[in-house]
């Protein structure tokens, strides 16, 4: 797979279009926290987002909600817990 992160530059002029707030973009990137967003934003230190993450953020935006609930059907079958809605993250 080849990838390469957005800019700084294009994660901003897309967060504008999507006219979301830092929290919203957390959120849809699956990020913790709006902070988390704030350092992937920050032109002095750019570090790219992971492709995961942009995937399921781009995903969110793309999909009707009814293949987004297909998608965390599947992943609660293979075991995950998925609340969208929920503060927080565990990986356990």
């Known amino acids: 797979m080849l990838f390469r992160s957005p800019t700084v530059a294009q994660m ?3 967060k504008e279009k999507l ?3 830092g929290a919203q973009m957390a959120q ?3 990020l913790k926290t709006a902070r988390r967003w704030r350092d992937y ?8 987002i ?5 995937f399921m953020g781009a995903a969110l935006v793309t999909l009707s909600q009814d293949e987004i609930d297909r998608v965390l059907d599947t992943m609660r079958e293979v075991g995950a817990t998925i ?4 503060d ?3 990986h356990s």
Request: charged fraction near 20%.
């Open 12 to 14: 901003k002029q897309w």
């Open 50 to 54: 992971p492709p995961a993450n942009l």
């Open 19 to 21: 006219q979301f707030s």
């Open 83 to 86: 609340d969208l809605a929920a």
């Open 41 to 48: 934003a920050d032109e002095n230190k750019p570090q790219g």
């Open 28 to 30: 849809i990137l699956g």
């Open 88 to 90: 927080g993250e565990t």
